[in-house]
Structure formats: structure tokens, C-alpha cells
């Protein structure tokens, strides 16, 4: 039997991009679909099965940031199979940016131009709402509804015979500045989505040494600067087609702008390919393209330390444990 791999996040985007390279380079995978939608999570598998009929492609209806509906995946993803080899973390919301015009224009006459666009620093804000949880939904959403997956799937990520990987979807714009382990879901902050993308940074370092030695391994990938619905929802589409020609001249000097989610999942499935025990847990592993469209992998070393991680692990199993017990007390009055 082939590997077995889960992707959520996968009807769109780098999520999509990345099934359809998996597949064409082996499908004898057995790939499985984890979305929100079940219309587009069809759609998807649909256009998959008809470029390699052969593949196995199945779809998982789940919505990260709604716990009881990641409980029911889990329930069901257990009941299908016996393992899991790779769980891509993928899934992710970035609502309603806002780009911070003036920091952009004094941006581009400053020393730091590349820099900013390589990393939106200090360029995006977002309004964030809280869940039928009540939970921040960016945490909820890019972080705690898949710490609850690997938690839920835990029975089959820790078989014996073969390493399992995890495998997060960050992003340069992970900043340490915007992240606090006393606000840890950004109910204070402008930039959830940065906190965001520095938790799950945190998250993989915690689970590694936690689970390692069990033959568990995670990593963490940034797919780059891609136009995507994500991308789409800073400027209107006909304003990034303006910028097209600026930003191939910055990709001469920035190999962060991706710009395709094809070329975005290069990371990703280059770490699929690696022995996950000779991977550095303290690395980002980054898509890049040159500026004549050629795709490579580089690495960042993470501005993290272990025992934050550590801190940040144990905080997240005690709001598992809240939240579970309050879900299990509204089932049972209900």
C-alpha cells in the first residue's frame, strides 16, 4: 500500500498546487482531502482523478476552526485508516487585511524595500472575530484546531514501522514581536496572523520534542509571496496586475516572490522527499524563485527557543482540555 497523506486546506491555493505535484510525482499515494467545503473538496478531487486516473484521492469534510467538526473528522479519519505517513497543516485565514498605505510608501524610499516585500512587515493589520468557541478565529483557525487534529490522530501518526511527518505552511511574515505567550490567540493585537504563523512556528519545535523520539517528526515550510485568495483580499486583482512589472524587477533581488502557488509548494514537497531525521526542527524551510523562474528550497533558522515552545505546548493542552470539557458539558444539557 502507498503512503498515506492528508492535506487540509487542499481545494485551493498551495493546498491544491501541492496534491497536484504530490500526484505527479507518485501516484500511488493515497491522498486525502481535508476541506471546508464539500463542493470545492469534489471539485478538486475531480480535477486531480482526471489528470491521473489512477490515484487514490479521497476527501475529508473539515472546518479547522470549528472544533466539533475537526472531533468528527478526526472520528471519521480513524475509522478509514490504519495510518497516516504525512499531515500537511495548510489550512489557513488571513480576514479582512488591511495595508497600511503610509508605512508602504515610506517603505519603498527606505534601505528596507526588499525586506518589506519579501516579509509584509509592518504592512498588514487584520480585524479578527472570536468562534462559536470563543476562541480568536485566526488562532483557532491557523494554529489550535490543528494542534486538536494531531492530538485526535495521534494513534495513527505514532506507528512503529515508519517516521510520520507533519509538515505546518508558515510564513516570513512569523514574527516574534507579535507574538505573546500571555496573549497567545492576539485577542489584543492588529497582527493575528503573524502571531499566528509564529505559534505554529512554536507548535513544531514543541512537537518534536515531544514526539520524536516516538517517530514523529514536524517541519515547517513558507511557500513565499504567491497570488492567491489570501493575496487577493490586500489589493484588488487589477492592482497586483499593475505591480506585475515592479515585482518581477524585486524577484531579481527577493527570491520570496513565488507568485504562483505551483512554485509556492516547492518547499513542501521537497520536504516530503527528505529523511525528516536529518532535518534541522529549528529551520523554516522556504520556496523561492529566481528571477528567471526557476524554484529552489533554502532555510532560515527560527528565531525560537525551546523552552518558550515548551511554555507555549503546555498552555495550548490546557485550553484542549477547557475547551473539550466545555463542548463535552454543552452535549450533554443539549
Sequence with gaps: MGKVVLVTGASSGVGRALCQRLLQEDDGLHLCLACRHPGRAEAARAALLAARPCAQVTVVQVDVGDLRSVLRAARELRHRFQRL??????????????????????????????HMFSTAEGLLTQEDRVTADGLQEVFATNVFGHFILIQELEPLLTHSDTPSRLIWTSSRNARRSNFSLEDFQHSRGQEPYSSSKYALDLLSVALNQHFSQRGLYSSVACPGTML???????????????????????????????????????????????????????SKYLSATTGFGSNYVTTQKMDIDGDTAEKFYQKLLELEKHVKGTIQDTDTQS
Design 85 to 114: 505517513d504525512c499531515v500537511y497543516l495548510n489550512a489557513g485565514i488571513m480576514p479582512n487585511p488591511h495595508l497600511n498605505l503610509r508605512a508602504l510608501f515610506c517603505g519603498i524610499f527606505s534601505r528596507k524595500v526588499i
Design 228 to 282: 492567491t485568495n489570501l493575496t487577493y483580499g490586500i489589493l484588488p486583482p487589477f492592482l497586483w496586475t499593475l505591480m506585475m512589472p515592479v515585482i518581477w524587477l524585486i524577484r531579481f533581488f527577493a527570491n520570496a516572490f513565488t507568485l504562483t502557488p505551483y512554485n509556492g509548494a516547492e518547499a513542501l514537497v521537497w520536504l516530503f522527499h527528505q529523511n525528516p531525521e536529518s532535518l534541522n526542527p529549528l
